[in-house]
């Protein structure tokens, strides 16, 4: 195969893989510019954006309101949870020596890669075992165990704040807990930013745990929701949809999906400095 | 990364070079010389460390062994049934058919990931400059629509009625949403999705993985008359190794827990696929449906099982979580 050739045939399969990947989504995009009241698509303005949202409103007096407030809620406190309790536990794991650490850490590594999913139905029979089904704050709590967290924080200070500093720390006689809050903590920002990012996101787009432990429609989350949307949509169940007064059809629903793809978004944007610092590669490798 | 880490080591490191690495803990508290020292270093690993080990006790491993002792219950939860759930739920007809599909869609989909990813990765890594990172950033867009809203994406992807790519589902002959989401249809479909959320991720993951070659291996490559071919594919390819037995490890333990695509397509297409399509609805079903809370725990720890079996090779095996302590 010639050289010039091979570049061609490269160059060529990467574009035609990026179409792949990026038309459906600019579709989407797209779809939710257009304006549908049961006759089909039609238009492009950002106009109908905004009615195909005030119509998203509507539904179920606006219970779409409540479902983003409760994702906020989860999301927002499993996020800070994780931080809180994954910082100091990922410092210990990765510069303390303490009996248990080689355990700890196994465990760690091991709730981290097996998937979260399958713990769902053990977490809900656990706590409606102690009654507290329907809580969101439970929900935000549990949220709040990351293994994959720690796991990052364990890399960011075994890479970034070698030994012999804690060392020196320990030599000018600075306690544990000092040499934690004071060299540590304000070397640990670059883990923050990615344990709060990593943690917000996932568990924003968590669907099975608020699935079963937040069951009651009005108080459950954004993505459980959001099929909730589709299912009673006329474009998915016209029988049932008849009886409905709001009409949800694919405009509505892709500005539904796109407002709930914002928050995520958002976080990639303020996280994004320390994610593309070649942390994430160092991290996951 | 590196501004601050010269910034912060560098005037410590003149009195590191006066004082020895420190001694290894497990020596120190066998001589008891220190042992004060360790005591309160102790003391301060347990408060930094206590909260994620309630944390790991409350979200992990409580519930998993919950999920064993009331596995072991009688069908009334009255009091110790064996292994009776399991008889149970292994002669549930459902069983075996959950896990045949996972199996169908895992064959199809792991072979597209692997040998996706990895040409991607290569051709992406051949590519140096802007073009590469534009390629590699559109690749991983997909995956910002992480969960629901990719089901959402998908759904209307799959109906002809709505799809930009309403002439392939007119070309197989399909023009509705049932006919396209058809149940021997699944596999392919959810192969196809969990690629286009997923690939990019791991095209970043490997990109890494080949960026940190080091020049001279490649250099030495090129001396010795490799084309790029010959680079990519005896070179490169095995420097990545132990990234491609991790990548095939967590999605095959990823495939045992599927859940969100088929649960909610059935919602859509109104049980056309069949509720418990996946070995986790059915777990679920168990919960919430029959409300047979020993079969839902003995499919959990089932589940269990096979995914932290997986997750062991993974830690133990793959070499990406060593090192040496």
Known sequence: MSPALGRTGRIVTLLLVATGFAYPVAAFAVVGLRRDDGTGPTGLALRNAWDSWQTVLRFNDGVVLSWLGNSLIVATGGALVAVAVGIPAGYALARLRFPGRRLLRFCTLLTMVVPNTVLVIPLYLEVSAVGAVNNIWVVALLMGFHPFGVYLTYIHFRTTLPAPVLEAARIDGLSETDIFRRVALPASKPAVALVGFFSFVANWTNFFLPLVLLPLSSSTTISVGLPQLVSSSPLFDPTNAAGLDVRLYAPQLAVATLVTVAPVLAVFVIAQRALTRGQMLGATR | ?325
């Open chain 2, 1 to 325: 990364m590196t501004t601050y880490r010269s910034i912060q080591t560098e005037p410590w490191t003149p009195r590191h070079q006066v004082h020895p690495q420190p001694v290894p803990a497990r020596k120190v508290r066998r001589t008891g010389k220190t042992g004060r020292a360790v005591r309160t270093g102790r003391r301060a690993a347990a408060v930094l460390v206590l909260p994620y080990v309630a944390l790991l006790l409350v979200g992990g491993l409580v519930p998993a062994g919950y999920a064993v002792v009331k596995s072991l219950q009688n069908e009334s939860e009255t009091g110790f049934g064996g292994i009776s759930s399991y008889q149970r739920v292994v002669s549930d007809l459902r069983f075996a058919e959950t896990f045949g599909n996972v199996a169908l869609t895992l064959l199809i989909w792991l072979p597209l990931m692997l040998i996706g990813v990895v040409g991607l990765a290569l051709l992406v890594d051949a590519s140096p400059g802007r073009f590469g990172t534009t390629m590699r950033f559109i690749y991983y867009l997909p995956g910002a629509l992480a969960g629901v809203a990719n089901f959402m994406l998908w759904l209307f992807l799959l109906d002809p009625g709505q799809s930009p790519i309403a002439f392939l589902w007119h070309g197989f002959g399909y023009g509705t949403l049932n006919e396209v989401a058809q149940p021997g249809n699944l596999p392919y479909i959810l192969a196809a999705m969990l690629f286009f959320q997923g690939a990019g991720t791991w095209v970043v993951v490997l990109s890494g993985g080949l960026h940190s070659i080091p020049d001279h291996v490649l250099e030495a490559a090129r001396i010795d008359g490799a084309g790029a071919w010959d680079t990519a594919w005896r070179v490169k390819l095995p420097m990545i190794r132990p990234w491609l037995g991790y990548l095939t490890l967590l999605n095959l333990a990823y495939g045992f827990q599927l859940f969100l695509e088929p649960q909610v397509l059935s919602q859509v297409t109104h049980g056309l696929i069949a509720p418990q399509w996946t070995p986790n609805q059915l777990g679920f079903s168990y919960a919430y449906q029959i409300l047979d809370t020993p079969m839902a725990a003995a499919m959990s720890v089932i589940l269990l099982a096979i995914t932290l079996g997986v997750g062991l090779l993974v830690v133990r095996r793959s070499g990406l979580f060593d090192d040496g302590r």
